[in-house]
């Protein structure tokens, strides 16, 4: 990398590369190079774990070599331009156009426009029927890509579910093909979509009604899949985890260990796609967890470790895991967290053990206002157990505390969005009740409210989201009801989370809009000092697109979704039946308690709760 | 408060450590994260701050901007025990390989100078740029030997003039028939510590050098020695 160019953008460690733990392996045993892109910056793309998991997976592979990517921030762009540099990986510096696979991780779809730019900063047309045999095989994954159809047109393929096993075997596919002589880029993706997990848009053809619904959606050929089954690890206890990986010099989002102890989540919250999209449930023994926990650590020499799920109370060994981790860590000066705490499981002694205690402040998610609501969305804590838990944070002198909760649900009313602000009260009043409470300084309460956005394969994926005037609404009325100055509030911008909803539930057709923003040079729609509202309006009706249609439009149960076509084990009837009981106020029971019949099981594997 | 008196016996090692290539774009702090786990990995029994928040302590010598290599570079940590029980050897031994690519240990010590008594840093500046020949670093040299010498530097309370020709203690421009080789003494006492960038700024500034294609041209600044008065500092 030049340096008189580094030297002159903001933190030049983003491009400089060469990291500790990063893979540098010689070109000429290599048959396949994947250049693995985060569609964000480095910050946020080096603290991401599913792109540590692929680029271990994929570098265990003695013939395959995985380098990673990421989107230059606009100073280096510029830079770029001027001097007509391509984009490069971070390990060999050389240019992505020139390597077998690209591949993206798609987290969120506010990354879209990123992916773009990209796409063009490596010199490469948009459109995957644009691209020929001299460019890279697009590939993209992780959690949009169980939606892929907004970006389709974009990709050459997608890979549907858990990556570690499958891209290796797609790696596999291609280097075969091509030593037998065999391959063209055609062949190779219509031999990729008989594979397990691969979804190949270009193969299938879609036809719309009138209305603008979709009216079929088809396979061009008889010997590829109809729908396409989701990959999963059967067994995490046997599967690749990056106990060895690299390691950011200048300051990143999260800089330290992250341990996964279990994929999947027991408890199905009505409103959230990845307790559906990750099960079934499938955990990591306490041996494993410790084995990897302690080569993480001599490899690394962090001192703060992340132990990641998305329940961790859950886990059925927290006791035995917790008692183990907190001995080891305390005696190497670790600090460990557990982020994604349920507040009915937050106890005295799990506080004592973790150090999430060190941190001024303690976050709980009741999503809703009031139980009636809380019952809707299932997400099954009371208002007891919110105050049974505040009360251990005071009771050991903490005296904020944050509170996370959702705007625009199904069934919301104003009362339930009032009962938001009798909540944060009630938590102030807790304090003051605690005999124990902290003298010395007063309570606070911030309540941070986003928007609803209805997610694919959610039992509210039919929903229709509220528009953002009602959004906005809300929120003032939100505001209004909190009077004590011991409350702090915030709120989401709605105009992003209606553009989130129109990117979750897209079809094929938004391709035309993302293209058009690309070339009006829009990107890094995550970034507030880069999203532009009014700008994307202009690009919906530039591209002769309603995005109404697709956010705050009620979708029909009979109509055929834009993602029908991805099968993530639980079914359309399972959704249904928890969208009926949502309306009917009914919570459902854990997996642990009884199955509900999600239809999960049926991918197989290790499974903990599920028959 | 009352001075807490620290439980665990603990003595400064002092590692003098080369720093360049890619490692020459991370800050001072971001330094400081990587030696701490470097050190941590290599199993050194680094003492741990007994407060509230308990953590290792680094103190790096002189400053080092980003973009600057340095083949001189100094930090003391605490390490449990006592200069009697703690074997230097076997610290140097164990961060013989760094296992960081840019970070090479050159000795390991116990310290008999504090940093404040430095005052001096050597560095030699190596820029290629269109039209460098014989005359251009003759030109240069002057430039940089002017008085006063004055740059608008950036300071907390906004933008500064300032005169650097008296942090300045001794510069040469020579062409070694590719590259201007700029090699200078600055000031590195903590009040009058000059940046070796200023010098790359005012030759910009004044010769016109650096001013075509960035692809072509470049420079590099490479800290060659860190002194105490007229001897190397140790």
Redesign the interface.
Known sequence: M???????VLK??R??????GQIVKDKKGIDCRFAFCFPDTYEIGMSNMGMRVLYGALNAEPDIWCERVFAPWTDMQE?MRE?H?PLTTLESHDPVKDFDFLGFTLQYELCYTTVLSVLQLSGMPLRAADRGEDCPIVIGGGHCAFNPEPVAEFFDLFSIGEGEEALPELCRLYIDMKKAGDYTKEKFLHAAAKLEGFYVPSLYSVDYNADGTIASFTPKYDDIPVKIRKRIVKDLNKAYYPTKTY?P???TVQ?KMTLEVYRGCIRGCRFCQAGMVCRPVREKTVDKLYDDAKCM???????EMTLSSLSISDYSHIDELTDKFAAWATEN?ISLSLPSLRLDSFTRELMDKVSTV?TGSLTFAPEAGTQRLRDAINKNVCEQDLLRAVNVAYDVGKTSVKLYFMNGLPTETDEDIEGIALLAKRVIEAFYENPNHNKQRRPSVTVSVSCFVPKPFTPFQWEKQNTFDELMRKQDFLKSKITDRKIVYNYHDATVSFLEAVFARGDRRLSGALALAAEKGMQFDAWSECFDFEKWMEVFKEAGIDPHFYATRGFGLDEILPWDMIDIGVTKEFLLREREKAYAGIPSTNCREKCNGCGANKLGGERTCCP | MLPVRDKVPHVAVRIRFEKTGALQYISHLDLHRTFSRLLVRKGIPVWYSEGFTPHPRLVFATPLSVGAESLCEYMDVFVIGSAETVDKDVLRWKLTETDIDGLKVTDVYFPETKFSTITDSDYTIRIRTAGADAALAERCEAALRATPLVVCKRTKSGEKDVDIAPQIKAVAVTFDGECLVLRARLCADSMNFLNPEYLVKILKEKCAILSGDPTAEEYSILRTAVLCGEKDFR
């Open positions: 030049n340096s008189t160019i580094l030297k002159s030049p460690g491009y400089s590369g060469g990291e500790y830079k001097h540099l390691m010099y200048i300051e800089d650590y001599e490899h690394s020499g962090y001192d000066h060190r």
